[in-house]
């Protein structure tokens, strides 16, 4: 059931469906959805500890970097299990590359820079911290993007982000199932956050339609707390609507 949208992220956000002194793990603190995700959490008194992961951290993080990811897991374990882990990281653009508009403006150097921030990163990330969750419940959310519905797509361009967002599904989809098997009570989705008032969405308006990014982490916890085994693999939009592949 779809989550009623409210004006303003709630005051206090508790994840009641995790057990008391649960632990989470946030990758891309540094931007501002991530920045949301972490300080939610360090407020909620269930959580015992927050672990905000980019690559100004220790351990850092680069999704670029798969033997620099294999060490931050293996750092982290000690510490874990981990009930959480939101993956809150995305490339749209930046120096020298914008969304394309037609097939003419693609490029290798492009796909690769989106694919890794946006695919191989993410999947890696789950290949290696998917042993670090707990197993009696764990929830692991990672920001897609409603763009990247190939069934909801009718306006075309953006080609490198929407096909980045589409295989990034895939991903999600692919390693729920085989996690259903050897860890039946984790729960991954795909998410959709909606625009937000951040550095990704400003080229495109996002300062004046976006909603700001406490009001959209804490929609997206809201969906995650509410999941179940059964959800998982799921691509659903911050209200909990589940989108089109």
């Known amino acids: 059931m779809p989550i009623p ?12 469906s995790l057990p008391p002194g649960y632990r989470a793990l946030v990758v891309g603190a540094s931007g501002a959805l991530g920045a949301a ?14 672990r905000p992961l980019s690559r100004g951290t220790e351990p850092a993080l680069d999704l670029a970097d798969e033997a620099g990811i294999a060490a931050a897991a293996a750092r982290l374990a ?12 995305g490339l749209l653009h930046g120096p020298g590359l914008m969304p394309e508009k ?11 820079r989106v694919f890794q921030v946006n695919v191989f990163g ?3 990330l ?4 998917a042993p670090l969750l707990a197993r009696e419940r764990a929830l692991v959310g990672l920001l897609s993007a409603k763009v990247g519905s190939i069934g909801d797509n009718r306006l075309g361009g953006w080609y490198a982000y929407r096909a980045s967002k589409a ?21 991954l989705a795909a998410l959709h956050p909606g ?10 308006r996002g300062d004046e339609i976006g909603v700001e990014p406490e009001r959209a982490a804490a929609r997206m916890l809201q969906v995650l707390d509410g999941l179940q085994p059964a959800d998982s693999g799921s691509f659903l939009a911050y209200d909990g609507t589940r989108l089109p592949w």
């Open 102 to 112: 037609r097939l003419a403006d693609l490029s290798f150097d492009a796909l690769q």
């Open 126 to 129: 789950l290949r290696h911290f």
């Open 37 to 50: 995700f972490a300080e939610h959490l360090r407020a909620d008194p269930r959580c015992a500890a927050v």
């Open 122 to 124: 993410p999947a890696l």
């Open 5 to 16: 949208d409210t004006p303003a992220a709630p005051a206090s956000l508790t994840l009641a």
């Open 167 to 187: 295989a990034l599904n895939m991903m999600v989809r692919t390693a729920a199932i085989e996690l259903a098997r050897a860890q039946p009570r984790t729960v």
């Open 195 to 204: 625009t937000v008032r951040s550095a990704l969405s400003r080229p495109f």
């Open 78 to 89: 000690a510490d874990g299990p981990w009930h959480l882990l939101v993956v809150a990281t």
